[in-house]
């Protein structure tokens, strides 16, 4: 069964410091999406990769393909940083199959 | 920058009625999307419409369920007689390519009393 989990469930942190979110899949994935769900609701796509490392300003993605493993980084992070991270993966279709999701929480 | 707009935010029904959440997608996109999250659980795939047509649905999509493009704009999701376990939060979405980078809208809530 193709599944997606996420931890931690529920993540606090600092202002200033480095975080990270991990999401484990199972085989066969055509791409894996980071995602950020604010407290309203909308759902905001961050990346998608299907190997190695993006970069989009203090966010950074990696994926390992042969450990089935992609972790979200969060440097210098901000309390407008605090929302849900979600991960989610394509499995040779286009619909998303999606994690959990992550709560973080980032005080000043 | 272009966005999703999902028609209206919050629709409150009551239970055997019909509703028809509306969304436009980004213009030059081809590939549209309904997702939906119920409170507190993981968001689900429903369906999945390409070229006027349903490419893919999942099993909650039955046969209350339909979708459709009336327009070269309007991307609308309609549930003939809602239940109250229909009560959600939908969600459009559009990419330009399939696997590509998903736009969501910001939700419809419906509740279903």
């Known amino acids: 069964k193709n599944e997606v989990e996420q931890s931690p469930q529920n993540l606090t942190a600092q202002e200033g410091e480095f975080i990270t979110i991990n999401c484990s899949y199972s085989?066969?994935?055509?791409?894996l999406h980071w995602l950020q769900q604010h407290p309203g609701g909308g759902i905001v796509s961050l990346f998608m990769l299907s190997s190695g490392k993006k970069k989009h300003g203090r966010l950074i993605a990696t994926i390992n393909i042969q450990e089935k493993h992609s972790s979200l980084h969060i440097t210098a992070s901000h309390p407008r940083d605090s929302a849900v991270y979600i991960c989610a993966a394509t499995y040779n279709t286009d619909k998303l199959i999606f994690g959990t999701g992550t709560r973080l929480q980032v005080f000043p | 920058e272009p966005e999703v707009t999902q028609t209206p935010s919050h629709q409150v029904t009551q239970m055997g009625q019909e509703v028809i959440l509306r969304c436009v997608p980004i213009s030059n996109h081809l590939y549209f999307y309904w997702y939906r999250q119920i409170l507190g659980q993981k968001v689900e795939f429903l369906v999945s419409f390409y070229n006027n047509e349903i490419s893919e649905k999942s099993e909650i999509f039955d046969d209350q369920f339909s979708v459709e493009r009336p327009d070269g704009s309007n991307f609308t999701l309609k549930i003939r007689s809602t239940k109250l376990e229909d009560s959600a939060m939908y969600f459009c979405?559009?990419?330009?390519?399939?696997?590509?980078?998903?736009?969501f809208g910001s939700g419809t809530q419906l509740s279903v009393l």
């Open positions: 085989v066969g994935i055509s791409a």
């Open positions: 979405a559009s990419s330009e390519l399939r696997g590509e980078k998903l736009f």
